[in-house]
Every structure is written in structure tokens, then in C-alpha cells.
């Protein structure tokens, strides 16, 4: 299999970008650019020049219908969603992927070895309008996480981290992954997108206290440039990221304009063969 350059791997993101961007425009679904893409979509019109991955924000509404419609001969043959409840899932949030490709990451062990590149997406939820209220459940959702990040990391590496991969397994024994994202999606499910004052992402250990803003801010949108194309970004775009980052126009200092992910990306041998597994998972 030939290894993808960085360049190479930055324009198979793009292309899944853009078709995941166009279908939501298509039936008029929210897909906003979120994070490290919404910020270089603003500071650079494209990628952050050192980072190497792809964030979108959906609404919950609008991703329960994606999920529903993007499918069947509408979806590009190339592409499978990978949620939190498909078995190939080790993240707390959902991938979507270009099954022509093989992805290595540290840290992850999958049943068939790899994933392949991809782009995140992450969903926005209703939260507690109290500011002591959501302290709570934040701490809660944060808790689930964390074992749901333990208990999806592999165990390979050091004595220390084999000796808590172990822990983490004997735990799961109790409370397997699949309760522990039962148990968020139950916390999740107690604001719903649109009920409350305040929304934001918070699905996984990478989101914290600062992705909270006011719901209105995700309601209505704005073009950006970015690689060339026009994508949406939040209305409220400047607040969420001033919440989650304070100046987000400042560059970081030198020695942390690094990659923040380790990954090593191919072309498979045979570019048009069908990732079985990721079927199967889905059937599943």
C-alpha cells in the first residue's frame, strides 16, 4: 500500500468535506465547520498549516436526519459513517470515512486493524441553562468519557499503561462501553437542541467547560473561505470560539505549532475493494 503525503492526506479530508457539505445543503441540514477547521477557516482561509484533521459541528436534530438520509445511492459509494454504537467505533463521537484508505493512530487498536482518513463530527446538544446545574452535569458526562476513552484506547506500550488497560478491562466486565455510552446518551438527552438557553458539543474528553454558548449562536450561519471552497460556520461563530479558545486570532507559540494527532494514512492496494467489516458493522 503507498503512504499518503501530509498534502495527500489534507486533500482526501477535503474531498470528504465537500461531499459530506454538499448533501446537507442538498436537504438542508446543518453543517458547520467547527474547531481547529472553523479557526483556520477564519485566521488562514484553509488548514491551520500544522494541523491535519477535519471538525464539523451538527445540530442533534440535524444529525439524527443525516444519519437517516445519508445513505443508500445518495451517499457516495466511498464513504461509511462511523458512530459510537458501530462495533469498528473506538471514539465517542462519530467518523466519517473514506473506505478506499487505511488510517493508523497511536493509542487505537481496531478490530480490523485500521479506520481509514476521515472527518469528525461533532453534535450539538441542548445543556443546563444554570450555570451550577451544568457544572454537575458536565462532571458527570466527563467522568463517562474518560472510561469511555480508557476503555477504547489499546493496551499497548508501557508496563504502567498495560497494567491500566487490564484495570480498565476487568472493569468493563461490570460496566461494558456500550452502558457507559447508553449512560451519556441519557445525559444528553435530558436538554434537547432547542429547548435551552445554551448549547455546544460536549462528546468526548477533547470538548470542555468552554463549549457552551448560547443556542442562538448556532442558529443561522455564515459563508467562510476555506481551501478555496465556501462552507458554513455558525452565526455565533466568533462567541463560540472566544468561549472555547479567548483569542483565537493569536498565534500559539512556536514549539506548539505541531500536529496534535499521530497518524499514518495509505491508499489501499486495491482502491475500489469494499471494506467488508465496516459493512458488516453497520448491519450489525
Known amino acids: 500500500m503507498k503512504q499518503l503525503t501530509f498534502e495527500e492526506y489534507k486533500a482526501a479530508e477535503m474531498q470528504i468535506l465537500l461531499d459530506v457539505s454538499e448533501f446537507c445543503e442538498k436537504h438542508s441540514l446543518t453543517c458547520f465547520l467547527a474547531y481547529g477547521t472553523l479557526i483556520g477557516a477564519v485566521r488562514h482561509k484553509g488548514f491551520i498549516p500544522w494541523d491535519d484533521d477535519v471538525d464539523i459541528y451538527m445540530t442533534r436534530p440535524d444529525y439524527e436526519r443525516f444519519l437517516e438520509l ?86 499497548e506500550g508501557s508496563f504502567k499503561r498495560k497494567l491500566a488497560h487490564l484495570g480498565i478491562k476487568l472493569l468493563n466486565i461490570f460496566l461494558p462501553l456500550r452502558k457507559i455510552r447508553e449512560k451519556t446518551d441519557a445525559l444528553h438527552a435530558k436538554y434537547p437542541y432547542g429547548s435551552t438557553k445554551y448549547a455546544g458539543s460536549i462528546t468526548g474528553l477533547c470538548n470542555n467547560r468552554g463549549d ?18 465556501k462552507f458554513r460556520m455558525p452565526k455565533g461563530y466568533h462567541e463560540i470560539m472566544t468561549r472555547l479558545y479567548g483569542d483565537y486570532m493569536q498565534l500559539p507559540p512556536e514549539e506548539q505549532r505541531v500536529a496534535p494527532h499521530t497518524v499514518k494514512a495509505f491508499w489501499k492496494e486495491d482502491a475500489d475493494q469494499k471494506t467488508n467489516e465496516i459493512e458488516k458493522g453497520n448491519e450489525e
Open 212 to 229: 457552551r454558548a448560547p443556542t442562538e449562536c448556532f442558529e443561522g450561519s455564515e459563508w467562510c473561505d476555506f481551501e478555496g471552497y
Open 70 to 155: 445519508f445513505r443508500g445511492d445518495e451517499k457516495p459509494e466511498r464513504l461509511e459513517v462511523i458512530t459510537p454504537s458501530h462495533r469498528l467505533s473506538h471514539h465517542a463521537f462519530t467518523k466519517i470515512i473514506d473506505t478506499r484508505t487505511v488510517k493508523l493512530e497511536d493509542g487505537y487498536s481496531y478490530p480490523n486493524g485500521y479506520l481509514g482518513v476521515d472527518i469528525d463530527v461533532f453534535v450539538v446538544d441542548g445543556q443546563p441553562d444554570d450555570d451550577g446545574e451544568f457544572e454537575r452535569w458536565y462532571k458527570k458526562l466527563n467522568r463517562l468519557y474518560l472510561l469511555d476513552y480508557l476503555s477504547s484506547r489499546s493496551g
